[in-house]
């Protein structure tokens, strides 16, 4: 089992950066491929970045690759998602997602996971 709270989110204006956190209690990171999802209102939740469990690989949508970066502090049990120069296109939910007893790849499908998050809000304005 494992227990997410992502932390972080707000309103920040285009070109700003803002920085979002994923605190975790149960089984660690270090046993957990985990991801980075977001949903815009009536959309589908969407991959904004993932992990395999080892943090060797990691893989960008195009919308936020050279933008965003996902550091990992297995010390504290903790991710984070760095987003830089945001776009209003931003705007959403942003969730954090592990799946447990992973194999040594990249998951990129929301219906891979199987722990989320509540969700942070993260606003950007023109």
């Known amino acids: 089992q494992v227990h997410l709270v992502e932390s972080g989110g707000g309103l920040v204006q285009a070109g700003g950066s803002l920085r979002l956190s994923c605190a975790a209690s149960?089984?660690?990171?270090?046993?957990?491929?985990l991801g980075w999802f977001r949903q815009h209102p009536g959309k589908e939740r969407e991959i904004v970045a993932a992990?395999?469990?080892?943090?060797?690989?990691?893989y960008y949508a195009d919308s936020v690759k050279g933008r965003f970066t996902v550091p990992r502090d297995n010390a504290k049990n903790a991710i984070s998602l760095q987003m830089n120069s945001l776009e209003p296109e931003d705007t959403a939910v942003y969730y954090c997602?592990?799946?447990?007893?992973?194999?040594?790849?990249?998951?990129?499908?929301?219906?891979?996971?199987?722990?989320w998050g509540r969700g942070t809000q993260v606003t950007v304005s023109s």
């Open positions: 997602a592990a799946r447990g007893r992973p194999y040594g790849r990249i998951y990129y499908t929301a219906n891979d996971y199987n722990y």
């Open positions: 149960g089984r660690t990171f270090s046993s957990n491929a």
């Open positions: 992990m395999d469990y080892s943090g060797k690989s990691t």
